[in-house]
């Protein structure tokens, strides 16, 4: 049976899965989800003796049906090859007692890769499907990582523009030179003198302009999201936890049907809700460990059962889950309330409105298979040293909030069961904040000075993507007032 999708806010209307990825939102502001989610038609033994791209074309193809083979099949290729560094695409690594799955081998060596390098493929399919004649425009504001993975997915894909803002003084010196060297002529990177929420609500603004919409349809161009609550970015997340457990039954570290743990170092909530979907399709998960930096919202809601956005935003060194809305909670709520879009509908107001909801217990025993914990700076450095220390593997900060929640759940359950921990950034991405728990003298050198110190540290090779921005050319120079964001976009596009 083929899978529509419908709202969060709304179960009436159903769209195809290549309509939800060329909409993204619902227009009364909720989330497509799926109506039902199939079983995986091949054994988890066949699994095993399949390469990645295979994998993929084994869960996506359930979730996406209105794909045909060939389609689905030239976008898994056209994502996943050489821009990755590994064959294996998504490699697992033991290292102190758990499996790291290593989801930052492609362009901009973070996991958003893992989606972002697929999704462009996906929606100039289903624009084809949908008889959309008109160039698809990405407009995306960002605080440094999607913006770049989001670059180096569209850049030259045909039939495709990107723009990207950024806040000319709120990114940090590597992430500002990965974005304005970005090549390709449909790219397009905009600093502006004002912080992320400015550039935020600029871009919001423009997609809600109707007589931009008008001008732009006028002149063969339509807006869309890359934004992580799009299904076109969730579904190519399910593959990999696929894959990981495939790998593990290959290796014989694992025997078929045996369950194992996940822990997700979370931030927007799509990366663990892949896992979730991922165990709704048949895979043996038995616990969602939910790790949390010091913006620890999600670890008091499954505490309590309450989720309160209202306390202090933290700066922490894992800065991609510094979030106080994680936005896809609202798939997991809609599942939990019963699929009751009216219900779904009523928390997220409340927490519109008052920062706040609380779901009942018969919601809250439905969150038995999660566990949700947080790990402090501290604890976040402590664990990167020790894991170094004791097998010589180095691990990112958002990675080290994992490992260190791990650690607790252990500690305060005696689970043995075996487990994959989500590695969502190469260490190379955060080596300032990597090189002081490690390497705390060398704490005053310059950027490339404790890149090098870390290759040698950790006898990993450094990766293209910041080889590269060391000697690239700086492409992008746009600086703009908060006020002129659509005077440059019309710009770009030509149409002023
Ligand atoms: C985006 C990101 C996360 C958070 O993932 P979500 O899907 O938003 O929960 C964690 N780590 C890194 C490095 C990221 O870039």
Do not use: W
């Amino acid at each position: 049976m083929a899978v529509l999708y419908h709202s969060t806010r709304n179960n009436d209307a159903t769209v195809t899965a290549s309509q939800a990825i060329l909409q993204g939102l619902s227009t009364e502001g909720g989330l497509f989800v799926p109506d039902h989610i199939p079983a995986l038609e091949k054994s988890l033994t066949e699994l095993s003796k399949m390469s990645y791209q295979e994998v993929a074309y084994e869960v996506m193809k359930l979730m996406l049906s209105d794909f045909t083979e060939d389609e689905l099949k030239a976008c898994i290729n056209n994502a996943y090859d050489s821009k990755f560094d590994t064959d294996k695409i998504a490699p697992l690594v033991k290292a102190e007692g758990a499996y790291y799955l290593e989801l930052f081998h492609g362009r901009t060596i973070a996991f958003k890769d893992m989606a972002l390098s697929i999704l462009p493929h996906l929606m100039t399919t289903a624009a084809k499907k949908n008889d959309v004649k008109n160039e698809i425009v990405i407009l995306t504001a960002t605080s440094g990582d999607t913006g770049k993975a989001a670059l180096e997915g569209f850049a030259s894909v045909p039939g495709t523009r990107i723009i990207v803002f950024y806040p000319k003084n709120g990114v940090s010196a590597i992430q500002e030179k990965q974005m304005v060297t970005q090549k390709g002529a449909n790219t397009f990177v905009v600093g502006i003198k004002g912080n992320f929420d400015d550039a935020q609500t600029g871009v919001k603004k423009m997609f809600g302009d109707k007589e931009l919409a008008a001008l732009l349809d006028a002149n063969g161009f339509q807006f869309s999201s890359a934004n992580s609550i799009n299904i076109g970015r969730l579904v190519p997340q399910m593959v990999y936890y696929v894959y990981a457990y495939a790998q593990l039954l290959a290796s014989g570290a694992i025997g078929d049907g045996e369950e194992i743990n996940v822990v997700v170092p979370t931030g927007n909530f799509g990366n663990i809700l892949a896992a979730y979907y991922a165990k709704e399709m048949g895979l043996p998960i038995k616990k969602f460990i939910c790790a949390s930096n010091d913006n620890k919202v999600l670890f008091d809601f499954f505490s309590t059962g309450t989720y309160d956005k209202n306390r202090e935003f933290i700066l922490t060194t894992s800065p991609s889950m510094d979030i106080l809305i994680s936005s896809n909670l609202e798939r997991l709520i809609y599942k939990i309330a019963g699929e009751d879009a009216e219900a779904n509908a009523a928390f997220m107001k409340s927490l519109n409105t008052e920062g706040k909801y609380s779901i009942t217990e018969e919601m809250k025993a439905k969150l038995a298979d999660f566990f949700g914990g947080y790990a402090t700076e501290q604890e976040t450095a402590d664990i990167i040293k020790k894991i170094y220390d004791n097998c010589g593997y180095v691990i990112d900060t958002h990675t080290a909030v994992a490992a260190c929640v791990y650690e607790q759940y252990k500690a305060a359950t005696d689970d043995n069961t075996k487990t994959v921990i989500a590695s969502t950034a190469s260490p190379y991405k955060f080596t300032r904040s990597v090189m002081a728990a490690i390497a705390p003298e060398k704490a005053d050198d310059e950027d490339f000075a404790l890149v090098d110190a870390l290759s040698k540290l950790s006898k990993v090779e450094i990766p293209d993507a910041i080889a590269e921005i060391r000697t690239a050319e700086v492409l992008h120079k746009t600086v703009c007032e908060v006020e002129d964001m659509c005077k440059e976009v019309k710009g770009f596009l030509g149409i002023n």
